[in-house]
């Protein structure tokens, strides 16, 4: 089994979802899962999760993320994008200067309502269900951060921008909601992700490049089970993304403690510092597995599991 995580270039056309699907095809493998969903129509990076590294697609999910958008001004859409039908349009009487402006007030914390084509569920329903069945439903806001916004080019109708933002933020709904802070309606006319928890957009590979990848290993091994090691600058181990955490060894003679997934107590660590009691660790076996996440709790004085890889 391969465990790592795979840096996806998605493709037009494509679900996250079908990507998935795609990968368990081609590599022969039910582990995997994403950590993120794109629209069909946008691309760029989509990190795969791969056996035991499926457990960190949660907290990929949760890191900002990076976007190159074009905002078309003037055309307000159902789906806030161009996939979607218009529902007005509206000539562009802002000049560049104003249009500036205007965008750069969303910078920083920003309410936004979810749009109706999302994957978000509302009483076990999917919104994008829901709206697709002429069914329009009251949603909640939700407060978003948007740390920057580099504004590429302005030439009106259209402008390029580059956002990065914090996680649950529609790049979608933000193009629609500038349009409307202009007074003429706005909706996305492309998105590309650059960046998203650490993983680059000039890393990435195509399913094709992986598919290549998997007909040449199979043509010199039919029967070879595929592990990390065939793919090395393709799947980053799992420990790669929490390279932010010290990393620490256990003795080996508390292996036992470790492998059972059991808090530890300081002397089970090689080389215990103070500083280790300031957040999480990457914890190690005597062998350099990677085995997990732990955190110190000061309150009773042990090393607790808050995720563990190694099965």
Not at 27 to 50: F, M, N, R
Not at 174 to 203: K, N, P, V, Y
Not at 212 to 224: F, M
């Amino acid at each position: 089994m391969i465990n790592g995580i795979l840096n996806v270039y998605k493709e037009k056309g494509y679900t996250s979802h079908d990507v998935v699907a795609k990968l368990r095809g081609i590599l022969k493998q039910k582990k995997i899962g994403h950590t993120g969903t794109l629209d069909p129509d946008a691309e760029g990076v989509l990190p795969i999760c791969l056996g035991k590294a499926t457990k960190v697609c949660g907290l990929l999910t949760d890191k900002d993320k990076v976007y190159e958008t074009v905002l078309l001004l003037g055309k307000t859409t159902d789906t806030q994008d161009l996939s979607g039908k218009v529902i007005h349009e509206e000539p562009v009487t802002c000049g560049k200067e104003e249009i500036e402006k205007i965008i750069l007030q969303f910078v920083g914390d920003y309410l936004q309502l979810p749009p109706m084509y999302s994957a978000l569920k509302v009483h076990g329903k999917k919104l994008c269900d829901l709206a697709r069945a002429g069914v329009e439903v009251e949603r909640t806001p939700r407060m978003v951060q948007i740390f920057s916004i580099d504004i590429k080019e302005i030439s009106l109708p259209r402008v390029r921008m580059r956002v990065h933002c914090s996680k649950g933020t529609y790049i979608r709904t933000l193009c629609h909601d500038i349009g409307a802070a202009a007074g003429c309606g706005g909706c996305m006319e492309s998105l590309l992700r650059t960046q998203a928890a650490g993983f680059q957009l000039q890393d990435s590979c195509k399913i094709s490049k992986i598919e290549e990848e998997v007909r040449l290993i199979r043509s010199q091994d039919p029967h070879k089970e595929l592990t990390r090691e065939d793919f090395k600058e393709l799947v980053r181990s799992t420990d790669s993304v929490f390279l932010q955490y010290p990393k620490v060894c256990v003795r080996a003679e508390y292996s036992k403690l470790l492998y059972n997934g059991n808090p530890l107590q300081k002397e089970c660590i090689l080389g215990w510092q103070e500083s280790y009691e300031k957040g999480a660790l990457r914890i190690y076996d005597q062998k350099q597995a990677f085995v997990g996440i732990y955190q110190w709790e000061e309150d009773v004085g042990y090393i607790r599991p808050i995720k563990i890889f190694m099965e």
